[in-house]
């Protein structure tokens, strides 16, 4: 029996589940429905993995990162979900949510995104399967993040400016169900392991092929196909879940997660969710969520717009509570210093959400010959103001 996969009702644990009000209830049950048998197809899989090798570019190398290893006194791998097309892991989820709409027989795609990342990654794969796209993004981000709607527009979609609330991410998703509801000849491609059952389930599987990957590397790199420890950033939780999917139920492997702490946890402006949030349900889950004092959903803080989210996905809140993972809650600057360490120690820029991982590794207590494996889950290259801002700041 498998502890850390969801029960028949979607829920690890008591988190989990799907609470939706009643006029999404149709399109949520078709979905469960009919997603197992689907991804679980040999034809799908077939369709699946040849694009992700042809399109996406898979296998990502696991890279043994020879200067970072010795800075930090032990064998660190980086499994590079940066060099995937359109730059991160969120394209493995993109192609095989679109693929499982276009067997459902779904031609029209709604999506949110924060900082355009997922919005750019579905707006891909529908101009690559010929869907109608449409993305719904706050207000305030869609002025802040001017080139991805430029590319989401050059890709052929149109993105949607949501109004209500901050006019931010949750809003975002808010006004994307609420589309859905009355669409529902619609499929809504959601771009992290949380949401109703079954997207945290279903995500998790599709981005799963990294820890397949991992499992097959590390064998041929390292004679065993497991590390001591694997560590990754956590906002939603999606490329959190493909590292550590297949390794899950094994006590052999250690796993650190990092969420974003922000200006430091105890100023309050942070989106340390795990460190900080209480059982509740947000975003038709029920999981950790923070909370303000009068019980509403906190507005989170992040330099990461990737990890700015003030939940997480139900399969973090039930591993914390099993004690499963060590979370570190790794601050804008951590995550800003271990950028320009990466960038200098190896060569590689990475995203400033993976950065965070990265800040996890001073904080462990690592020996010579532990073996980490730890997921860049994105490149630098949308990052670059931010870096220059801190490199003035700093005067690096
Ligand atoms: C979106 C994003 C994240 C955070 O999302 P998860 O679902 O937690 O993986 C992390 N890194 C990058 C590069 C992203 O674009």
């Known amino acids: 029996m498998k502890k850390y996969t969801i029960d028949k009702n979607g829920y690890y644990g008591e988190f989990g589940g799907a609470f939706v009000p009643d006029k999404l209830k149709p399109c949520i049950e078709e979905l469960q429905n009919s997603y197992r048998e689907i991804i679980d197809s040999s034809s799908f899989r077939k369709e699946y993995m040849t694009l992700l090798r042809d399109y996406v570019g898979r296998p990502s190398p696991l890279y043994h990162a020879e200067r970072l290893s010795a800075k930090y006194g032990a064998k660190i791998y980086l499994k ?38 997922h919005g750019v ?32 527009e050059m890709l052929g979609a149109r993105v949607v400016a949501a109004t209500s609330g901050n006019m931010t991410l949750k809003d975002a998703v808010n006004e994307a169900l609420d589309e859905w509801s009355s669409n529902p000849d619609s499929y809504y491609l959601l771009g992290s392991a949380v949401g109703p059952h079954p997207y945290p389930d279903m995500v998790a599987r599709l981005q799963s092929v990294i820890s397949e990957e991992i499992k097959a590397q590390l064998r041929e790199k390292e004679g065993r196909d497991y590390p001591d420890y694997l560590v990754a950033c956590v906002g939603g939780g999606s490329n959190a879940a493909g590292t550590i999917y297949h390794y899950l139920d094994d006590s052999r492997v250690g796993i650190v997660l990092a969420e974003a702490g922000g200006k430091g946890v105890e100023t309050g402006m942070s989106a340390a969710t795990l460190t900080v949030g209480v059982p509740a349900v947000l975003h038709g889950s029920k999981t950790v969520v923070m909370l303000d004092e009068n019980g509403d959903v906190a507005e989170p803080y992040s330099i990461s717009a990737g990890l700015d989210y003030p939940g997480v996905g139900p399969l973090y809140a039930y591993m914390a509570q099993q004690k499963r993972a060590v979370t570190y809650a790794i601050t804008d600057d951590e995550a800003l210093a271990a950028a320009f360490e990466l960038a200098r120690t190896e060569g590689i820029i990475p995203a400033i959400e993976s950065s965070h991982a990265l800040g996890a590794l001073s904080k462990m207590s690592l020996k010579k010959d532990d073996i980490v494996v730890l997921t860049i889950s994105g490149r630098g290259d949308k990052d670059m103001d931010t870096f220059i801002e801190y490199k003035k700041a700093s005067a690096m």
């Open 80 to 117: 590079r979900e940066d060099l995937n097309h359109t730059g991160a892991h969120k394209i493995n989820n993109a192609v095989g949510q679109a693929l499982l709409a276009k067997r459902m027989g779904k031609k029209r795609i709604i999506a949110e995104t924060g900082a355009g990342q």
């Open 121 to 152: 990654a579905t707006a891909t794969v529908c101009a690559l399967m010929g869907l109608e796209c449409v993305i719904y993004m706050g207000q305030v981000d869609v002025e802040r993040q001017f080139v991805n709607v430029q590319k989401m």
